[in-house]
Nanobody
């Protein structure tokens, strides 16, 4: 099983980026995909979660209304999980990770630490938002 994030980079405040998470070795429809981020000196926090089974989504309070998670299942192409990020702020600067878990998002985000016990992790992609 492998998760690979892409799409990170440097963007000015107010700009947009779209992150992608390509998965291999498992069926997207069987897992929920969480997006997490970790800024220097801070704990890893859940940004978003999308349950592949029913498409339901969760967003952290700091990104609601600005970030959108989706599963891209175009025919004859690699299935990816995407995170569209708009109106980016310097506080959004972090390494962003995608992770997969067999549980539904409601169970994942109810954990005391949602990042605990995710089944699979990508290596992360850095997003830097400049002023």
């Amino acid at each position: 099983v492998q998760l690979v994030e892409s799409g990170g980079g440097v963007v000015q405040a107010g700009g947009s980026l779209t992150l992608s998470c390509a998965a291999s070795g498992f069926r997207f429809e069987d897992y929920s995909i969480g997006w997490f981020r970790q800024a220097p000196g801070k704990e890893r926090e859940v940004v978003s979660c999308i349950s592949s089974g029913d498409g339901s989504t969760f967003y952290g309070d700091s990104v609601k209304g600005r970030f959108t998670a989706a599963i891209n299942a175009a025919p004859k192409s690699t299935v990816t999980a995407n995170l569209e990020m708009h109106s980016l702020k310097p506080d959004d600067t972090a390494v962003y990770y995608c992770a997969a878990d067999y549980l539904h998002c409601t169970a994942i985000v109810d954990r005391p630490k949602p990042s605990d016990h995710m089944d699979y992790w990508g290596k992360g992609t850095l997003v830097t938002v400049s002023t």
